[in-house]
């Protein structure tokens, strides 16, 4: 069993995890989200042709369609991962088609602006601005509901102070891994939100782990302060959470990298999760639990 003051070291990583979610805070309203449609609405639509275009030159041919369509994000993408004899394209636009009619209209349009290379229409999703306003309100409802009822289960199984602990760790968590969103322009989308969730479940089990380590020294060595229960605790656990988050991080890592980009969201989402999840749950989730623990002391005595 390693022998490492984790609990000695707690003020420099607690400082560390401030400036982390002040520079994801900072950088959230700089840069904003890049959001999917399934939060911002409009139409995505996926084509292919039988001759390769530059990006300029697919914004400039709808352009002709509508002016509107200058600020259209186009991405050359390769769904089927080897080669092909024809190119394609993810084109999202800000513009809905509710009806047959004008879905038809605009394929129509797009059919004759390119007339000269075999365009296939491969895959169109539309989403109104409604729908996406109703979307991103649950999905936010969703995360909420999830930090709440853990709060409970917490406090239930242990302490409220070790609640407050874990759902602290789960905000850092977030925090930062939606600051990393926003640096890198990665589309924040529904499967973006199950990756918070599914951080949510997979942070709060490395805390867990902890937590019941610290309950269970607490008991036995009962002679011992709270700092060096913490610290002991942590050490018996450290092996464990590191090879688990290890293995956890490269399979998200590989999906990350090679799992297109239908999976991208969610597989960045845990690939940057687990490693601050991992951090969060010995060096934000315990501190909290040590504070506390000492403060109700402290009014106890008084």
Do not use: C
């Amino acid at each position: 069993m390693p022998n490492i003051d984790f609990v000695g070291k707690r003020n420099f990583f607690i400082y560390l995890s401030l400036a982390l979610i002040f520079f994801s805070v900072i950088v959230i309203f700089v840069k904003g989200f890049n959001f999917g449609i399934d939060f911002s609405g409009g139409s995505e639509i996926i084509v292919s042709f039988d001759k390769n275009y530059s990006i300029d030159e697919l914004r400039n041919t709808l352009q002709t369609i509508n002016p509107d369509y200058t600020t259209a994000k186009i991405i050359q993408t390769n769904p089927g991962g080897g080669t092909s004899d024809r190119f394609f394209y993810i084109i999202t636009v800000r513009d809905s088609f509710p009806t047959l009619e004008e879905k038809q209209m605009f394929i129509n349009s797009l059919e004759e602006s390119f007339s000269d290379s075999s365009l296939n229409i491969e895959q169109f999703n539309d989403v109104s601005g409604y729908a996406a306003r109703e979307i991103r309100s649950y999905a936010w409802y969703a995360v909420i509901t999830a930090l709440i009822v853990l709060l409970v289960y917490i406090t239930i199984r242990f302490q409220f102070s070790y609640g407050v602990g874990a759902i602290l760790a789960l905000a850092h968590d977030v925090v930062i891994t939606l600051g990393f969103y926003s640096l890198f322009g990665i589309e924040i989308n529904l499967t973006a939100v199950a990756a918070f969730l599914t951080l949510a479940g997979y942070s709060l089990n490395d805390t867990i782990v902890v937590y019941d380590r610290i309950r269970e020294n607490r008991t036995k060595n009962r002679g011992m302060d709270i700092e060096g229960v913490t610290n002991k605790s942590i050490n018996e656990v450290i092996v464990r959470s590191l090879n688990t988050s290890l293995t956890t991080f490269i399979v998200v890592f590989m999906m990350f990298l090679l799992g297109g980009r239908s999976i991208a969201s969610f597989a960045f989402g845990l690939t940057v999760g687990v490693i601050i999840g991992t951090y969060s749950s010995l060096y934000i989730a315990s501190p909290v639990v040590i504070g506390m623990v000492k403060r109700r002391k402290k009014t106890q005595k008084a």
